[in-house]
């Protein structure tokens, strides 16, 4: 029965003595993993940062080209009135042309 509670002893302290080595690993794992999530996470964070500045320099981007299509389109309009308004004009011109030759020329 000596014996028996002798060695029940040795490995209650073997047993003892394994387990803070393995709570030391354990530590040593979890502080590795928490500081690779920390830097993780600032990388991303800064990823985020700088994603955000492109995303609002690529929107002020697009607000002005879409006032410049607005701008255009309304120079376009007014182009087009005016060449409207001088093809009439320059028919009508030619037109009066036309009967001057011809009360001349008589043709």
């Known amino acids: 029965m000596k014996r028996l509670f ?3 002893l040795l490995l209650a302290s073997g047993a003892y003595a394994a387990t803070p080595a393995v709570n030391q690993a354990e530590l040593a794992n979890a ?3 928490y500081q690779a999530l920390v830097k993780a996470q600032t990388t ?3 990823e985020l940062i700088k994603l955000r500045g492109r995303l609002q320099a690529a929107e002020q981007r697009l607000l002005q080209a879409h006032w410049e299509v607005n701008r255009l389109r309304t120079e376009l309009l007014m182009l087009q009135e005016i060449h409207q308004r001088n093809t009439g004009e320059l028919k ?3 037109d009066r042309l036309d009967k001057a030759w011809r009360a001349v020329y008589g043709r």
């Open 6 to 8: 002798a060695a029940a």
């Open 92 to 94: 009508n011109a030619g």
């Open 31 to 33: 502080q590795m993993r």
């Open 44 to 46: 991303d964070q800064a």
